[in-house]
């Protein structure tokens, strides 16, 4: 079966073959085209065969990747052809050669429709596979409908539906809006039900798709999922086409775990017990076999039940047979099973707490990121990064030090900034930390981005004790032979500032410190010279008492320089020649750089925008949208070149107190110099994270407070108030620039009948809350949980409690470490009734943005509520003997929102009370009951009745009784608030939802014992 | 999802390329020169995936071509190299232990077949029967059109007599 049956094309793809190098394929290419071309101008002799012949050519020879720009037309006219061969071409061809957005399908839609609702199944079939290849957004919504059809009818074959289905899957790609999820997500649960697996293994790729994005509309295929894991898993009732290699379709069983993983859990304890039940069959039953085929698609099938696992948070058990088994992964030799062993750890790195359990496999770990293989070594540097902490920082980051030397180009850069980062978040000591920057900008000084040695330059500078021992380590590496340009940055600067602390060792007195920099000045670039230019003058300023000679050497030095053509080094020659002659005044303008501003590392952030954590994407965005204006400002260096120490982050809250001399000292020097005056003192308040020219790091390096002339000097130390004030970052105005996640209303409303869930989010933090309540008390757990990779710091939670509760909040740590959760537990005592609600002021500190937020707390008068049934015995004495006000309320409400009495019911139940049927002979009534928990009520039994009018749902009459007339009140209008269509909360959009009631202005002890006063407050 | 499948011969040499993502002319082109640099370069027992441009790329070689496909992040991997491996067997039955030169002169071949396993980027028949049916009655269609082409022609030339 070598050849294709067309003569002419078998003929032309031998003589490409025989083409001895590419320019005679050219060649024959050209010909080829020419000839094509002149056939289809004149389109009228050609028989339907050589057209397809024709267009065949055409194809092989767009794959041979030549570009072909005519017969697009005859590719797509062959489609409304009416003979099979033809069709088929022109489908199969026309969705080789173009893609979804080329301006010729739109001519073939029409016909593309016939063939997809005509009575002729092949050409269904035809048409439902260039759909489905190609089709776009026209497509989707001009077909959708006949598609569908074509999907769950079952007067068509399978071999129509399954196409159906994944046309259907393409098109609700191009446009989501051609599902109507309300009608098609019981279609989806029968389509579950078909006997034919290769139409059930399509229509799981598109629920698949659905449930990605609505999984709430999907519930009832859940089950029916689990059911065909089931199914496949015990091989029961597979037919034989449909294993393969003895395993019953794996694609299928992985389709279907996929879809399960998009399902938040799985409530339900039978379907729970038996997917779980599925899924130890899976992890346990899975063995190493010889046949490669069957190996890969029985590990397909394990590595999915481990996401799916991991997914639902199973037990401990199941985890931790989990990890047991991704133990043995990353130490076989296969290494596909090996790679997916390390990328399995590392994403169950990010769902459980299972670290040191994993930690135990370091060792391995690191041997992997020796493979030949660049996959695998990836996979083991991003464990590697992940699973890094305290204990474990200084190995890991060792071996990654050592690594490098070795790494690929192609990896050294992201390995150094892990390595940085590391480094940065985990430094048992400070000095380790300096040595890893050094030994990194050593060994691989191309790819240290200029991030990494401003950000060491700012630990030295903040940190007096770490300074002799950096500038004694920088001065060894000057020693050595051939030094990397960044290097001889790094360590200038540090000799510069604190050159002089090493005075009395050997080797480090100002001339041999001058003329070991010195040496390396012929080899640097531009760009370096500057900072060599400071450090020398910061050196001849600390030679006391004056050397004449070295003071002649570096006056050479800047006289040379004085009429460099690059300004920036011609203007600090210049400058520090004209001050080093004026003596004395040199030392203060030349005094040691002031302590830098608090920020959040450069490099972590970086890092963290380049995680690809889901969790985190919508943050990221987020911050991404925040810091664009900030990036253009970052890109703008200061003119004056000064070392851009000053870009390494963002400007925390300054530690004034250590610094305010030097501040007011250089700021006053900038600002009656008037060079400074277009930079705004303050951060955009917008900004969150970006790069910014903060007030205090502006003035710092030595080269903008040097061009203050020297007249300006006499105003040194003056007017320091005025400075300081202007230093200072006003941080409150930059409050709650972090806009929370969802509706932090609707969160209330939904935690008010329900126990736990989130109560709050935004790109930081997530606080849920878990609560228990026993009678007239509580337990409310919040967990706060940090998103982010760097800490949440100046964390206060205050409890604002209304005056019926008695609270008490655990004690909340001050900082959150990077993606940990913490918990609060909240003891709540409820002592009388009232609808009023508590309120959490929460704030914490992220970079230099403080947030605060208010949020009600959903300790709401129906949690004290316990349902219980009453009988029509029980019921009507009782209700008889509570006649009239206070203790027994009516009140006819208006602007009720429209609900089926049915819905009504529920929502009473999930309000805790309990409706009891059939008490009210009008079947339009609902009766109610439920007791109340106070400490000053005790146990109260409160009966509710409802009587709605069927015509109008907007009204009713309620009326409410308990032996307590502030109950009575409270309860009546707790349950009207939750049946009107008001909104209880206002939905402010931004972050304080100007928190509502913030304890009602509590009524006085004495209105509480007096409904009258209170009925007139409220009503 | 599968993005695209591209099947290279050692030589660098494209056999096959199949789009199911929206990707230009000139994105095709930039794709399988990249791909095929990093992929044919590859020594032989490493793992059969590549991490590309924040997809991954699963490929196998088989003889002298390498059948590649490119799936998101997230999809299973194994489950991809097993769809090639299907395919491959797919390939294998029709034509009778399947060779380069099969599929450079039954190109067109290859792709009816593909189109019966994928489609929309997903596998679409996982019963190598059911495919191997598809085929055959793909087949005998063209060669039914063709017979009464030639029976007409033969009809018309025994008219002009």
């Known amino acids: 079966m070598a050849l294709s049956g067309m003569r002419g094309l078998s003929v032309f793809i031998s003589d490409i073959r025989n083409c001895q190098n590419k320019e005679q394929e050219r060649l024959r290419v050209d010909k080829e085209l020419g000839n094509v071309r002149t056939r289809f101008k004149n389109e009228k002799g050609l028989s339907p065969y050589e057209k397809k012949k024709y267009v065949w050519k055409m194809l092989y020879i767009y794959m041979l990747g030549y570009d072909v720009d005519f017969g697009h037309m005859e590719a797509v006219s062959l489609i409304s052809a009416p003979k099979y061969p033809e069709k088929q071409v022109g489908y199969i061809v026309t969705s080789c050669l173009l893609n979804e957005n080329h301006d010729f399908l739109r001519l073939a839609i029409n016909t593309v429709r016939n063939d997809i609702i005509g009575r002729n199944e092949t050409f269904q079939c035809l048409a439902l596979t260039m759909v489905g290849n190609i089709g776009g957004r026209e497509f989707a919504e001009s077909l959708a409908p006949d598609v569908q059809k074509l999907l769950i009818s079952s007067s068509y074959r399978p071999l129509v539906r399954k196409k159906a289905a994944l046309c259907l899957l393409r098109l609700y790609r191009k446009n989501p809006d051609v599902v109507n999820v309300d009608g098609w997500a019981d279609r989806m649960a029968q389509l579950l039900d078909e006997r034919d697996l290769g139409v059930l293994t399509s229509s799981m790729s598109l629920l698949v798709a659905l449930v990605s994005n609505h999984h709430d509309s999907y519930w009832s295929c859940l089950p029916k999922c689990v059911k065909i894991l089931e199914r496949l898993a015990r091989n029961q009732d597979i037919p034989q086409e449909y294993t393969y290699y003895g395993i019953p379709s794996p694609w299928l069983q992985v389709k279907t775990m996929r879809a399960l993983q998009y399902f938040p859990t799985v409530e339900d304890p039978n379907t729970r017990r038996s997917l779980f039940e599925v899924l130890q069959r899976i992890l346990m039953g899975t063995d190493v076999v010889k046949n490669v085929n069957k190996n890969n698609a029985s590990h397909a099938v394990l590595f999915e039940a481990l996401a799916l696992v991991m997914h639902l948070d199973a037990e401990k058990e199941m985890m931790s047979q989990c990890v047991a088994l991704l133990g043995k992964f990353i130490a076989v030799r296969e290494p596909n099973i090996r790679y997916l062993g390390l990328e399995n750890m590392t994403r169950m790195l990010m769902v459980t707490d299972v670290q040191d359990i994993i930690k135990r496999h370091q060792a391995q770990i690191i041997t992997s990121l020796k493979d030949p293989d660049i996959s695998i070594r990836r996979r083991a540097l991003d464990l590697l990064y992940g699973m890094c902490d305290v204990s474990n920082a200084k190995d890991i980051v060792e071996e990654l030090l050592q690594y490098l030397s070795t790494a690929d180009f192609a990896m050294r850069e992201e390995l150094s900034l892990k390595a940085a980062i590391l480094a940065e978040k985990f430094a048992p000591d400070l000095s380790w930390y300096v040595d890893v920057i050094l030994q990194l900008i050593d060994k691989a000084g191309d790819f240290v981005s200029d991030d990494i040695w401003f950000r060491v330059v700012q630990f030295v500078t903040n940190n007096e004790d770490l300074q002799p021992y950096a500038a004694a380590k920088a001065r060894e590496y000057l020693d050595k032979p051939a030094i990397h340009e960044t290097m001889v940055k790094v360590s200038a600067y540090i000799i510069g500032e604190f050159g002089h602390l090493l005075a009395r060792r050997p080797g480090c007195s100002p001339k041999e410190l001058f003329s070991v920099i010195h040496e390396k000045l012929p080899a640097v670039s531009t760009y370096t010279i500057p900072i060599l230019l400071s450090t020398y003058a910061k050196i001849f300023m600390h030679t006391q008492p004056p050397d004449a000679e070295l003071q002649n050497q570096i006056w050479a030095i800047f006289n040379k320089y004085e009429s460099c053509i690059d300004v920036e080094i011609q203007q600090r020659a210049a400058e520090y020649l004209a001050l080093s002659r004026r003596g004395a005044a040199l030392v203060d303008i030349l005094a040691e750089m002031p302590k830098f501003p608090e920020r959040q590392s450069a490099l972590i952030k970086k890092a963290e925008d380049t995680e690809v954590d889901t969790a985190e994407q919508s943050a990221i965005k987020l911050r991404a949208q925040q810091t664009s204006n900030a990036l253009v400002v970052t890109d703008q260096r200061p003119a004056n070149g000064t070392p851009p120490v000053n870009q390494l982050g963002l400007v925390k809250i300054p530690s004034m107190s250590s610094n305010a001399d030097h501040n007011s000292t250089d700021q006053a020097l900038s600002q009656e110099n008037g060079t400074l005056s277009t930079v705004d003192p303050q951060p955009a308040s917008a900004d969150l994270l970006g790069d910014l020219l903060g007030p205090l790091a502006i003035e710092g390096p030595p080269g903008t407070a040097v061009q203050s002339q020297p007249s300006v000097i006499p105003g040194v130390g003056g007017d320091s108030n005025a400075v300081d004030a202007a230093a200072i970052v006003p941080v409150g105005e930059e409050q709650n620039s972090v806009q929370p996640i969802g509706n932090i209303a609707e969160r209330f409303l939904a935690l008010c009948l329900k126990d736990s869930g989130v109560l709050y989010e935004d790109p930081n933090i997530q606080i849920g809350i878990k609560a228990e309540w026993r009678v007239h008390q509580g337990c409310l757990v919040l967990f706060l949980g940090n998103k982010n990779t760097s800490p949440l710091v100046s964390v206060q939670a205050i409890i604002l409690p209304p005056s019926h509760f008695k609270m008490e909040l655990s004690l909340v740590p001050d900082t959150i470490p990077p993606r940990a959760q913490v918990q609060c537990p909240l003891e709540v005592v409820n002592l009388r009734p009232s609808r009023d609600v508590a309120v959490l002021d929460f704030s914490y500190k992220f970079g230099n943005n403080m947030v605060n937020v208010k949020l009600r707390l959903p300790a709401v008068l129906n949690k004290f509520l316990q349902p219980i049934p009453v009988s029509a015995e029980e019921f009507f004495p009782q209700w008889r003997s509570l006649s009239g006000p206070p203790l027994k309320l009516q009140e006819v409400v208006r602007g009720v929102k429209p609900m089926p009495l049915a819905e009504m019911a529920n929502l009473l139940n999930s309000l805790r009370l309990m409706v009891c049927p059939a008490l009210d002979p009008n079947p339009n009534n609902l009766v109610a009951s439920t007791m109340f928990y106070s400490e000053s009520t005790r146990a109260m039994l409160c009966l509710v009745r409802i009587e709605t009018d069927p015509a109008d749902r907007t009204q009713l009459r309620m009326t409410v009784s308990s032996g307590d007339p502030t109950l009575t009140l409270e309860l009546k209008e707790f349950i009207k608030e939750q049946l009107c269509s008001i909104p209880i909360a206002p939905r402010a959009p931004g972050p304080v939802s100007p928190a509502h009631p913030v304890a009602q202005p509590t009524s006085p002890a004495a209105a509480l014992t007096d409904p009258g006063a209170m009925l007139a407050g409220l009503l | ?161």
């Not at chain 2, 990707?23 to 930039?30: L, N, V």
């Not at chain 2, 059948?67 to 797919?90: A, G, K, P, R, S």
């Not at chain 2, 099969?102 to 290859?110: E, V």
Request: proline share 1%.
């Open chain 2, 1 to 161: 999802m599968i993005h695209f499948v591209i099947l290279v011969s050692r030589q660098g040499k494209v056999r096959l390329t199949k789009w199911f993502s929206p990707y230009t002319q000139k994105e095709r082109s930039k794709v399988m020169r990249e791909l095929s640099g990093i992929i044919l370069n590859r020594g032989p027992k490493l793992c059969n995936f590549v991490e590309w441009r924040g997809f991954k790329v699963v490929y196998k070689r088989y003889a002298s071509l390498y059948f590649c496909m490119c799936v998101d992040q997230n999809d299973n991997e194994l489950e991809t190299l097993e769809i090639i491996h299907h395919y491959v067997e797919i390939l294998d039955r029709y034509f009778g232990s399947v060779c380069e030169l099969d599929l450079i002169f039954n190109f067109h071949k290859a792709y009816y077949i593909l189109d019966e396993l994928l489609l929309a980027g997903e596998l679409q028949e996982s019963s190598k029967r059911t495919v191997g049916r598809m085929i055959a009655t793909h087949d005998r269609f063209v060669e039914v059109a063709k017979e009464e082409a030639s029976s007409i022609g033969t009809f018309i030339a025994q008219v002009r007599m």
